[in-house]
């Protein structure tokens, strides 16, 4: 059994478009991020960041005691490897789908991330910074279209681990000031795996949580005003 961490935002989905496309047993531990959820004793336990998603194996390849994983990368990394599925044995196509892994947890994730902060939650409008991570949104969409247009998937010819970290951060386009239409591979790979079973089953898990309501004045101070003491002393 695999307990999953989770809240529905981008890094929430990779997980369970990961978890539904294998058919591995889990459950849902709800983390209301807005709330502080991810500052509880015993959710830094195992995730020392902060932040959802994290993960505890009950059922280790090893037959050991239960492991946790925390950082959706690395949690996509340990479940394709627990499983054998979306990630290539051979060095070269595991080399490819890793390449484009870390690609969006260093680049679309944090720039894309920036971008709905000052567009949609910053408590003034700051055009710069704005226009600053609109651009790089861009730039990177740019990338993926490139790279698209070679390939079905960003791994090669198969859906990966890659696609899945990539593809919920491309579901918000509009919000992210993107215009699909103008990446026409990035279309046709989007909307190939929007169409998916295990997508649609995915993102069905997060409804739920949406229907709370949405971020408030005080859930703002408690995810954007963040520091080394937000995190309290250990014992």
Do not use: C
């Not at 950082?71 to 627990?82: C, D, H, N």
């Not at 709905?116 to 910053?122: K, S």
């Not at 919920?168 to 795996?193: A, G, M, T």
């Amino acid at each position: 059994m695999i307990e999953l961490y989770y809240w529905p935002t981008p890094n929430g989905h990779k997980i369970t478009l990961f978890l539904e496309e294998t058919g591995l047993d889990y459950r849902i531990h709800p983390v209301d991020i807005s709330a502080g959820d991810q500052f509880k004793p015993d959710f830094l336990a195992f995730s020392p960041n902060n932040r959802m998603p994290a993960i505890i194996d009950t059922a280790p390849a090893d037959g050991g005691e239960p492991i946790t994983v925390f950082e959706s990368g690395a949690i996509l990394v340990y479940l394709a490897e627990k499983t054998g599925q979306f990630l290539p044995a051979d060095v070269r196509g595991r080399k490819t789908v890793l390449e484009w892994l870390f690609w969006q947890v260093g680049g679309l994730g944090p720039m894309a991330g920036q971008n709905h902060h000052f567009v949609q939650y910053a408590p003034e409008k700051l055009p710069y910074a704005m226009q600053r991570y609109i651009n790089e949104t861009n730039r990177l969409y740019g990338v993926l279209d490139r790279r698209l247009k070679k390939v079905p998937f960003l791994g090669g010819e198969h859906y990966s681990i890659a696609d899945m970290a990539s593809y919920p951060w491309v579901v918000p386009w509009q919000r992210q000031q993107q215009n699909l239409d103008d990446f026409p591979h990035l279309k046709r790979w989007f909307e190939s795996i929007a169409a998916r079973p295990a997508t649609v089953r995915a993102y069905e898990q997060g409804k739920p949580f949406q229907s709370r309501p949405s971020v408030t004045e005080e859930g703002k101070k408690i995810l954007f005003g963040q520091t080394a003491a937000s995190l309290g002393k250990d014992d």
